[in-house]
């Protein structure tokens, strides 16, 4: 199925550093969500974007809907241990059925 | 509050065996979805119920997997028979109507198919 581009796959930092990610798409979405997840659990909301050019944090977290309405960017500042996991991407398109189309996850590895 | 419960957390059976898994929705939430994750991947919508309707299963194999929601609770995705490459994790999530964005994931059932 239609998945969304998501990059980069995996990430090796040094505890304290910051981290970026990006998901894209060709297609327009009207909304990006972020999810977390960690190893057995399922994921967890951590942002939900609306509009194109929103900027939303949540503590060390910041997300923003990119101007085009195809990329959204996650931001995590001053990694933490209990960052690790992994981290997806999620859209809702314009046109079609409300339903999540997710990216391929971002794995996060913390160094202390 | 209790959140989504999904069992059994772990299956391991052989090929052309058929397998279910459950799902409690958190309580109060009329939309209930199943998806499908595979190692190294996002989550997949397979079906999504609105009470007891299904109102997306465009995604549902049906050729060998079904789901029931018979009471607009609980849910059960069964698979039969099972296939080597259904090897993967099941998610549940629920969420209120009309607020999707908000879907509170269960911990899944990893399957393993041999």
């Known amino acids: ?112 | 509050e209790a959140g989504v419960v999904q069992s059994p957390r772990y299956k391991i059976i052989e090929k052309k065996q058929p397998v279910a898994f459950w799902c409690n929705p958190i309580s109060g939430h009329n939309t209930l979805y199943w998806y499908l994750q595979n190692l190294g991947q996002g989550p997949e919508l397979l079906i999504r119920y609105e009470n007891e309707e299904a109102v997306d299963d465009s995604q549902l194999p049906k050729d060998r997997f079904s789901a029931e929601r018979l009471k607009g609770v609980d849910s059960t995705l069964k698979i039969q028979p099972a296939e080597l490459g259904d090897s993967a994790v099941y998610l549940c999530a629920s969420s209120f109507s009309g607020e999707g964005d908000t879907q509170y994931f269960g911990p899944g059932t990893r399957l393993t198919v041999l």
Do not use: H
Request: proline letters at 4%; aromatic letters at 10%; one cysteine or more.
């Open chain 1, 1 to 112: 199925g239609q998945q969304l581009n998501q990059s980069p796959q995996s990430m090796f930092i040094q505890e304290g550093e910051d981290v970026s990610m990006n998901c894209t798409s060709s297609s327009i979405f009207n909304t990006w969500l972020w999810y977390k997840q960690d190893p057995g659990e399922g994921p967890v909301l951590l942002i939900a974007l609306y509009k194109a050019g929103e900027l939303t944090s949540n503590g060390r977290l910041t997300a923003q809907f990119g101007i085009t309405r195809k990329d959204s960017f996650l931001n995590i500042s001053a990694s933490i241990p209990s960052d690790v996991g992994i981290y997806f991407c999620a859209g809702r398109r314009i046109q079609g059925a409300q339903k999540l189309v997710f990216g391929q996850g971002t794995r996060l590895t913390i160094n202390p």
